[in-house]
């Protein structure tokens, strides 16, 4: 869909005008707030694929203003953990969020929530399932679910909202629901925990509010189909024109008024059209180009309105990406193992996101800390023992599991032998903790050219062993490095995937321009998704978020990047963590490589090394 120009050129001149004004409003309230913040998601972008030839306006953004060169997703790399990380400045322990599949019936039972007791909730939440579904979330976050506290704390939109800003949140629905995870619940201008939400669009896939837009954006709304190879091609198109034509005006008069405004636009690509075509195929590079051309409107629109030094714009990814060596099904594994009752049984429960598993202990199976221990380490030696396992973590005495005296000599071990403690990587969630989250190994340096295309060899191993698939992958164009194990359903070899915890998936792309961002700079501390929230209350001058109990967000504001910060935030200091796990034979040895700046750390990448016994590692 072409931008279309004569309204923006009509808003333009009508801004000439205006401009008086604006200034006035500028020069009487010189403490207030007027900033118009931007955050532009490109979903899956690995900041590899960011080149003058695929993605010139990306590539030329990234060269004008700020390229955070060591910028991070937070593990399991998934989309709905680095949302809430986007949205709150949370680690996913914090948020609540821990992968795109989650089990929550234990923690909706032990909160005593009545939507378990409804059939048609009690099918999908008695089982593992997907989180990227608006409506479902705004069921869960009801009355009669965890009654607006999905997330452990409010996002940056809903402090906005608060301060009386405006805020919209446009594109892709699980994402996109996180920033305004109470929008469902609005009335009579307040939300479910009665803070004031007034003045704020919100539109993605299946739910648009507020009610006055719904009908005639959803009319509008094009098919999610394919275009030139290039899923939801259109709908991402859409929503950029929603951005362009209604948000940003809206944003506009906030500003004017001296109140924030900040806008949300998550595409669905390069990741979706990544995951199902491969990547390095046509239709990858061609979701690229879509989505750059998408960006190119986005600052058309800008400027269109007037607000090119008033708008602060960061174009971020939520992670990385590889390329799927082998598909594994550990449910099927473990059963037929006899680890697992059986592949339908409930007494190990596995909640499936690609380069990570969930895995979670029935207590009535495992009654006591011996029984889940005893049946955790065998999982544990399962798994470690096989070529696709990469790190583990398990939880620790703070979730009721404590280790045994002696155990535990280093306080990043979990309380399984051969596993990393469950704190380490912010994953540690009171009630909604898993016991185990397995991560499968990613090889970053190995390129797809033997696993993707349709005529290249696939493997999937099973409960019934390992045997081929239809490889389900498009031809290559050009090879790109970084494969993974991983056990997604309906992916197979040559597919692209993430999850892991591998420097490809997690080292994701980042970069900002605007009045408050230093020009052509490259900022070679590490940052992560848990930094874009703080840093967006800052360029708006609100407070920072707050959750239950005076808990504050884990990231910082990137000041090193602002025009008024120039100093360093200190020395960047590498860490390296190790388990080791003896089975027959062989010693596993598994790493995490991390890098602490100040007091916060960021996972940098981890490995499992298999070294036989008597030979040198």
């Known amino acids: ?53 695929e993605t010139p306006n990306l590539y030329a953004m990234e060269h004008e203003g700020v390229d955070f060169a060591r910028s991070h997703a937070l593990y399991p790399t998934v989309t709905m953990v680095n949302a809430a990380a986007l949205a709150t400045g949370a680690r996913p322990g914090e948020a609540g969020i821990l992968g795109d599949s989650m089990y929550l019936a234990p923690a909706l039972a032990h909160a005593g929530a009545p939507i378990l007791a409804e059939p048609q909730f009690h099918r999908i939440l008695g ?27 409010d996002t940056v939109a809903q402090e906005v909202e608060r301060e009386g800003g405006y805020s919209a949140v446009v594109g892709k629905e699980g994402p996109a629901f996180l920033w305004d995870n109470r929008v469902a619940s609005v009335k009579n201008g307040r939300d479910s925990l009665m803070a004031q939400h007034k003045n704020y669009l919100f539109a993605t896939d299946s739910l648009v509010e507020p009610a006055s837009l719904a009908h005639e954006i959803k009319a509008a709304m094009p098919a999610a189909a394919v275009r030139d190879g290039v899923l939801d091609a259109a709908r991402d ?32 690509n390069p990741d979706l059209t990544q995951h199902m075509a491969g990547l390095g195929t046509a239709p990858a590079l061609a979701a ?61 429960v596995i909640a499936r996101n690609g380069g990570s598993d969930l895995v979670y202990l029935s207590r009535k199976d495992f009654p006591t800390r011996d029984a889940r221990r005893a049946e955790l380490q065998r999982i544990v030696n399962f798994a470690e023992a096989q070529e696709w396992c990469g790190v583990i973590f398990s939880r620790d005495s703070a979730l009721g599991e404590p280790a045994m005296r002696g155990f535990r000599p280093e306080p990043y071990l979990g309380w ?142 990137l000041l090193e990047a602002m025009e008024s910060g120039r100093r360093s935030p200190g020395v960047a200091r590498p860490i390296v963590m190790t388990t080791r796990l003896t089975l027959q034979g062989v010693a596993v040895t598994s790493t995490l490589r991390m890098t602490r700046l100040g007091d916060r750390y960021y996972l940098d990448s981890s490995d499992s090394v298999r070294t036989p016994l008597g030979s040198s590692p």
């Open 237 to 268: 198109d859409y929503f950029t024109s929603v951005v362009a034509e209604r948000a940003i005006p809206a944003a506009r008069s906030a500003v004017l008024d001296g109140r924030p405004a900040m806008v949300v636009l998550w595409l669905h």
């Open 127 to 153: 089982h593992p399932f997907g989180l990227e579904d608006a409506p479902l979330l705004a069921q869960l976050n009801g009355p009669k679910g965890f009654a607006g506290r999905l997330l452990g704390l």
């Open 288 to 348: 690229l180009k879509n989505c750059d051309a998408n960006l190119g409107r986005l600052r058309a629109a800008i400027h269109a309105a007037g607000m090119d030094s008033h708008t602060d714009l960061i174009v971020v990814s939520d992670h990385g990406f590889a390329t799927i060596r082998l598909s594994i099904d550990l449910n099927g594994l473990l059963a037929a193992a006899g680890i697992k009752k059986s592949v339908t049984s409930d007494d190990v």
């Open 416 to 557: 399984i032998v051969g596993t990393f403690n469950e704190a380490v990587a912010g994953i540690l969630s009171p009630g909604r903790a898993p016991d185990l989250v397995v991560s499968f190994r990613e090889l970053p340096d190995v390129d797809n050219r033997q696993f993707t295309g349709p005529l290249r060899l696939a493997f999937f191993v099973g409960a019934h062993g390992q045997h081929s698939v239809t490889n389900r992958s498009q031809p290559l164009v050009h090879p790109v490095e970084g494969v993974i194990y991983s056990d997604a359903p309906h992916f197979t070899t040559g597919m692209g995937m993430h999850g892991a915890l591998g420097p490809r998936e997690v080292h994701n792309f980042c970069a900002a321009i605007g009045p408050d961002f230093r020009r052509r700079f490259v900022d070679l501390s590490p940052s992560a998704n848990t930094d874009i929230a703080p840093t967006v209350t800052k360029l708006l001058g609100i407070l920072p978020n707050i959750g239950p109990g005076g808990l504050h967000a884990y990231g910082r504001p």
């Open 1 to 53: 869909m072409r931008l279309r120009t004569a309204p923006l050129l009509a808003l333009a001149a009508a801004l000439i005008l205006a401009s008086s004004a604006f200034l006035a409003a500028t020069a009487a309230a010189p403490n207030q707030p007027n900033r118009l913040v931007i955050v532009m998601v490109w979903d899956g972008l690995r900041p590899d694929f960011v080149t003058r030839a």
